[in-house]
């Protein structure tokens, strides 16, 4: 059974800081791996998926990369600001395209101005 | 978000109450999910959707029944709803393509009195 860690569950940074957020996950037979936004009483918003067959992704101030070997995923955020505040989620789709995914509890992360 | 809706938004009921959440999509994506989220657990799957008619049970299904009778709604019931189903539940689809990741819907709020 996958089980995925996300160390640590909260953070906090100055603003203008560069910061690494971390997904780990027990088993490096994954399909791909998304990583999501959740702001407080709503939903969660994609940010970056990444394929088995890729190392990483980027958009904007965010870049995501992918180590199967270790079984670890990083979100690294550029200069943050206020409004980065949120909490990150990461999902681990296992197996094939129609496998589960299993969810991460997530690292709330707090940029103070 | 867009092509995702949930209703309602918020709702109260006794236990012992039968009660319908209802996701709706205009994306015709052939996966449908409802998750519930809770404060130490993080994420879990209730219930999935691979197509209309084609249901499957997830890790918390217990108290749970879904119906798909249309590719656009995923409806969940809670049968006889105890105080222990008082949560956030969420929607998410997902196409069979392999680039795309999950979408999730707003939320239902739902506290069980």
């Known amino acids: 059974k996958q089980e995925v860690t996300q160390i640590p569950a909260a953070l906090s940074v100055p603003e203008g800081e560069n910061l690494v957020l971390n997904c780990s996950f027990t088993?490096?037979?994954?399909?791909?791996l998304q990583w999501f936004r959740q702001d407080p009483g709503k939903g969660l918003t994609s940010l970056l998926l990444?394929?088995?067959?890729?190392r990483e992704q980027t958009s904007g101030r965010l870049n995501a990369s992918l180590d199967k070997s270790s079984g670890r995923s990083t979100l690294y955020i550029a200069a943050s600001q206020p409004g980065d505040s949120a909490t990150y989620l990461c999902?681990?789709?296992?197996?094939?395209?129609?496998?589960?995914?299993?969810f991460g509890d997530g690292t709330t992360l707090t940029v103070k101005p | 978000d867009a092509g995702i809706t949930q209703s309602p938004r918020h709702k109260v009921t006794e236990t012992g109450t039968p009660v319908t959440l209802r996701c709706h999509q205009t994306?015709?994506?052939?996966?449908m999910y409802w998750y519930r989220q809770d404060p130490g657990h993080g994420l879990r799957l209730i219930h999935y959707?691979?197509?209309?008619?084609?249901?499957d049970k997830g890790e918390v299904s217990d108290g749970y029944s879904v119906s798909r009778s249309k590719t656009e709604d995923f409806l969940l019931t809670l049968e006889s709803a105890t105080s222990s189903q008082t949560s956030v539940y969420f929607c998410?689809?997902?196409?069979?393509?392999?680039?795309?990741?999950?979408?999730f819907g707003s939320g239902t709020r739902l506290t069980v009195v």
């Open positions: 998410a689809i997902r196409s069979e393509h392999h680039n795309y990741g999950y979408t």
């Open positions: 088993d490096s037979a994954i399909y791909n």
């Open positions: 990444i394929q088995s067959s890729q």
């Open positions: 999902a681990v789709r296992s197996g094939t395209n129609a496998g589960k995914s299993t």
């Open positions: 994306e015709n994506h052939r996966y």
């Open positions: 959707s691979y197509g209309v008619k084609d249901t």
